[in-house]
């Protein structure tokens, strides 16, 4: 399944299946992107970061996909698992906006068993 | 062993009362941040220091000075609290300001009423 990370929608996804979480940024002249994960009642927790000169990167399981053309970037779970429900944050950054981070606005991630 | 812990987890209030939030970490990092996010998740940057230095300073209320006695602690002070102040406050650490993933604490959320 797909979401567009803005306005907090939910993705539903069966257990084991692949997961892509999709986020939209503004800024053109950003650098550099981070994927950030929320788990009820705790902080976000870093997942996985890429730079601008690159358009893909991978980790344990998951794999962020960046697309500078149509200012897109998307973060593909692989197998999802119950531990992966939680709310999913892209975020920005970029010299010209004074290297702040700025938070999109989160994709909610439900894995069902 | 927490590494950024944030004091108290919870704070109801009434409107009109001063109030703290505390921050601590013991990771070594230079560089603090505390962030708002409200009640659709959305989160925002308020302030960053880094070796004490106030860094960023987000277009926030002057009812809200943050402090910092030493690189390990920054603290949020707030004046005169309103309704709209309520909301989850988080701290985070980085390494330095040149690196991005961040290390949050669980929250601190703040009712107004």
């Known amino acids: 399944g797909e979401s567009v990370g803005l306005h907090l929608p939910t993705l539903s996804v069966q257990e084991g299946d692949n997961s892509i979480i999709n986020c939209a940024y503004s800024?053109?002249?950003?650098?550099?992107f981070i994927w950030y994960k929320q788990e009820s009642g705790k902080g976000p927790q870093f997942i996985i970061d890429?730079?601008?000169?690159?358009d893909k990167r991978q980790g344990q399981r998951v794999t962020v996909l960046l697309n500078k053309t149509v200012k897109h970037l998307s973060l593909q779970i692989a197998a999802t698992q119950p531990g992966d429900s939680a709310v999913y944050f892209c975020?920005?950054?970029?010299?010209?906006?004074?290297?702040?981070?700025?938070f999109g606005g989160g994709t909610r991630v439900l894995v069902k068993p | 062993d927490t590494a950024v812990s944030q004091t108290p987890k919870y704070l109801v209030t009434q409107m009109g009362n001063d109030k703290s939030i505390k921050c601590e970490q013991n990771?070594?990092?230079?560089?603090m941040y505390w962030y708002k996010q409200d009640s659709k998740k959305f989160l925002k940057i308020m302030f960053s220091?880094?070796?004490?230095?106030?860094?960023i300073n987000e277009t926030v209320p002057n009812r809200f000075s943050p402090k910092s006695p030493d690189k390990a602690h920054l603290n949020l002070h707030i004046n005169s609290l309103e309704l709209g102040d309520s909301a989850v406050y988080f701290c985070?650490?980085?390494?330095?300001?040149?690196?991005?993933?961040?290390?949050f604490g669980s929250g601190t959320r703040l009712t107004v009423v």
């Open positions: 890429i730079r601008s000169n690159m």
């Open positions: 975020a920005e950054k970029s010299e010209a906006a004074g290297n702040k981070l700025t």
């Open positions: 220091y880094n070796n004490k230095e106030l860094i």
């Open positions: 990771l070594g990092h230079d560089t």
């Open positions: 985070a650490s980085s390494e330095r300001t040149d690196l991005y993933g961040y290390t």
């Open positions: 800024n053109s002249a950003s650098d550099y």
